[in-house]
Every structure is written in structure tokens, then in C-alpha cells.
């Protein structure tokens, strides 16, 4: 639920309320992401589970979690939220040019103007999303922001136009940044509905 919407049972995981509306081919949903979730979901479990519980500021070194080849599952971790994200910019109509966002999955290329934050969870655990805030200039978005929470672990998805220099954007990661080390992000709440990036 968000602030616009009242709550609506979810049932099972295989509600269509849990899927997007938009289409997407099924080798593209499949075969072709397959590599991005299973990254994803072996990053994340690692993160979870560590103990003590990831804090802010605490330095992770991915290549504990992937041994081989860390540069290419860390672009796979990119890709798994670049596909969310072009699926949130077609749902929600947003003025993103979609077509960069294609181009960067099929020839497996990062996308230059999208980064992610990693930190622990404001509040309570739980598994969800935020709407997407654009942030608009002459009609098209200049940055763009959402959150993406599974128990402890938040992620802050960020895409911003070349020159942007937002607060979020300070501990982000990038591919093109490498992949030997991350900054876990503190992220603030505004009254339990919004959540912030602060360094």
C-alpha cells in the first residue's frame, strides 16, 4: 500500500497484484535475466544473513560473496534492477527515454546514469517497494528515485542525467565505480512513508 492507495491482501506470491502490468517477453523475464536474479538473490542472502547486522557506513567487499568473477555478478546485480526499473518507467509513464534502459540489457552494457545504494533498513523489516519520485527539468526527469526493501536490506535505485548531484548519489554505486569494495548507505525516514539517502 502507499499513501494514494488503501491496503490490498496479497494472497500468494503468484497474486497479479505482485506483477507488473506491463509486458515483457517471456525469454526476457527468463532466460535472459535468469543470471541477474540469482545474483541478486545469492547478494542479498549474504547481506541478510551476516551477523552482526549490516550498519551503516560498514565497508563490504563483494568479492567474499562472489569469489569468481565479482565484476561480471556485480553488473549482474545492476541489471536486476535496471529491468524493475524500466518496468516501473513504462507502468508509471514516466518521461525516461525506456529505450536506453532496453538497449543496456540486451547488449549487457551498465546503464551510464543508473546507480544503486545498499544499506540496512530505516525501520522494521519488511518486504516491499516505494513509488518512484521523479524530479522533472523541461519535461523530462533529471532524477528519478525508489526503494526496494527485503528484511534488514534496503536499496536505493537512483537514475540521474549526466551533471546531476544529488545527496543519494554521494555512497552510490556504479559499475563503472568497480567492485572491490561498497559503502552501505544511512537512509532516514520522512514520518514511516518515504525513505532518504544520507551520507
Known amino acids: 500500500h502507499t499513501d494514494k492507495r488503501r491496503n490490498i491482501k496479497v494472497g500468494s506470491l503468484k497474486a497479479p497484484i505482485l506483477k507488473f502490468s506491463t509486458p515483457i517477453c517471456n525469454h526476457c523475464n527468463s532466460a535472459r535475466t535468469q543470471p541477474h536474479d540469482r545474483a541478486w538473490q545469492r547478494f542479498s542472502e549474504a547481506l541478510r544473513g551476516r551477523a552482526p547486522p549490516i550498519a551503516a557506513r560498514q565497508?563490504?567487499?563483494?568479492?567474499?560473496?562472489?569469489?569468481?568473477?565479482?565484476?561480471?555478478?556485480?553488473?549482474?546485480?545492476?541489471?536486476?534492477?535496471?529491468?524493475?526499473?524500466?518496468?516501473?518507467?513504462?507502468e508509471g509513464k514516466l518521461p525516461i527515454d525506456i529505450a536506453s534502459f532496453s538497449q543496456a540489457l540486451i547488449h549487457e552494457r551498465p546503464h551510464p546514469n543508473v546507480y544503486l545504494a545498499f544499506?540496512?533498513?530505516?525501520?522494521?523489516?519488511?518486504?516491499?517497494?516505494?513509488?518512484?519520485?521523479?524530479?522533472?527539468?523541461?519535461d523530462r526527469c533529471a532524477f528519478a528515485t525508489w526503494f526496494y526493501e527485503v528484511?534488514?536490506?534496503?536499496?536505493?535505485?537512483?537514475?540521474?542525467?549526466?551533471?546531476?548531484?544529488?545527496?543519494?548519489?554521494?555512497?552510490?554505486?556504479?559499475?563503472?565505480?568497480g567492485?572491490?569494495?561498497?559503502?552501505?548507505?544511512?537512509?532516514?525516514?520522512?514520518?514511516?512513508?518515504?525513505?532518504?539517502?544520507?551520507?
Open 151 to 177: 528484511g534488514n536490506l534496503f536499496v536505493n535505485i537512483m537514475y540521474a542525467i549526466d551533471g546531476e548531484k544529488r545527496e543519494g548519489l554521494l555512497n552510490a554505486w556504479h559499475p563503472r565505480l
Open 59 to 90: 565497508v563490504i567487499k563483494p568479492n567474499r560473496i562472489f569469489p569468481y568473477d565479482t565484476r561480471h555478478e556485480m553488473r549482474n546485480i545492476h541489471f536486476y534492477f535496471l529491468k524493475l526499473f524500466g518496468l516501473l518507467i513504462l
Open 179 to 199: 567492485h572491490q569494495r561498497l559503502v552501505l548507505a544511512r537512509f532516514l525516514t520522512d514520518n514511516g512513508n518515504h525513505a532518504n539517502a544520507v551520507t
Open 119 to 138: 544499506g540496512p533498513a530505516p525501520d522494521e523489516p519488511r518486504i516491499g517497494a516505494t513509488d518512484v519520485q521523479c524530479a522533472s527539468l523541461n
